[in-house]
Nanobody, 115 residues
Framework: QVQLMESGGGLVQPGGSLRLSCATSGFAFSSYTMTWYRQAPGKERELVARSGPITGATMYADSVKGRFTIARDNAKNTVYLQMDSLKPEDTAMYYC????????WGQGTQVTVFS
């Protein structure tokens, strides 16, 4: 059974850091593009970061470029999002998703940056 489980969210002060993890099972992790999305109340879902299959080539939204880093560990079937220099505008529910022919989504983890 396919499972994706995000963790690491929480409440932080502006300028702080969080590291999100997404542990997965039940699919060919190394063949999938792994992504992090976020959605804040009243806003559309936004692609934050993407890591391609096999090589892990990365892409970032302009809003997080230089502050966030996506990394994947194919041996552990886990993808991470290191978030530094957090801003109040980063407050959102963060979702891990695996994308290929099918799409698999986690349940989300809340990140709140309080000013």
């Amino acid at each position: 059974q396919v499972q994706l489980m995000e963790s690491g969210g929480g409440l932080v002060q502006p300028g702080g850091s969080l590291r999100l993890s997404c542990a997965t099972s039940g699919f060919a992790f190394s063949s999938y593009t792994m992504t992090w999305y976020r959605q804040a109340p009243g806003k559309e879902r936004e692609l934050v970061a993407r890591s391609g299959p096999i090589t892990g080539a990365t892409m970032y939204a302009d809003s997080v470029k230089g502050r966030f880093t996506i990394a994947r560990d194919n041996a552990k079937n886990t993808v991470y999002l290191q978030m530094d220099s957090l801003k109040p505008e980063d407050t959102a529910m963060y979702y891990c998703a695996a994308l290929w022919g099918l799409e698999y989504w986690g349940q989300g983890t809340q990140v709140t940056v309080f000013s």
